[in-house]
């Protein structure tokens, strides 16, 4: 009895540590911002749902897996003292594997999402990203003159 008790305060000494270790490594500096909830509807409206709808990828809520599939964005980039833009990736994932699908920034006034164009190596609007075939339209060419203006994921 008095093991498993020493034993339980041992644990319970090594989660609270582990815990203040934690929040004291990663804390956001000073400067930073993060993306609001207008920010996350901007992205879900302007990029995900456009996204899913043109790439038919069926939304299944009664699913559960430990590596869900589908679209899933991650902020990697808050707005600070050295950008004005959060930036982010989306990822179409397969089971665990993610493919990339494109890189985002949203504005810090977060009412303006750009995509970031691999052909040129410029963000252009969300809609001129958009208006783009998918490999699948351009190699039934459904799209005869396109030159390079595939996404690339």
Known sequence: MKKQVLMMMAFVAVVVSAMLTSATFYKQTAGDKTLSERGHRLIQRDLVSPVRKKLN??????MFSRCPSGLQYQIVANVNDNSAYFGGVLRNYVGCE????CRFRVNANEDRLEIFDENNQQFISAQAWLSKPVKEERENGAEENVNNDIWNF
Do not use: L, Q
């Not at 990828?57 to 009664?62: D, F, L, M, T, Y």
């Open 57 to 62: 990828i069926k939304v299944r809520g009664e």
């Open 98 to 101: 993610g493919n990339k699908v």
